[in-house]
């Protein structure tokens, strides 16, 4: 359960990460107001799967969601860069996430 929490924690950061580009283009509250109930829920999340998993490797996983998933949006919806080697690296990231599950 802990694991789905993490996951959880890291898809509201990258929806947090999405307001605050959503918020500086627009400056509107609906914006405002949602960048803070996803990096609240996101926080929350965080803090149920803490309450398990090893805090290192929490906090690796939640970062690695949030930055790649953060850069995929980005690419996906504000005409980022989309090269080859933007994409290996984020592929690294998940790995690494990926890889801290398996010997968690």
Do not use: C
């Not at 898809?11 to 400056?27: C, D």
């Not at 803090?47 to 850069?71: D, K």
């Amino acid at each position: 359960m802990a694991w789905m929490f993490l996951v959880a924690a890291g898809v509201f950061e990258m929806a947090g990460v999405a307001m605050i580009n959503k918020w500086h283009l627009e400056r509107n509250w609906p914006a405002f107001l949602l960048m803070l109930l996803g990096f609240g829920l996101s926080f929350i999340f965080l803090s149920l799967a803490m309450q398990t998993l090893p805090m290192g490797t929490a906090y690796a996983v939640w970062t690695g969601i949030g930055a790649s998933g953060g850069a995929i949006l980005g690419m996906l919806f504000y005409n980022e860069a989309r090269d080859w080697k933007r994409i290996l690296f984020i592929a690294m990231v998940l790995g690494s996430a990926v890889g801290l599950k398996m010997v968690s």
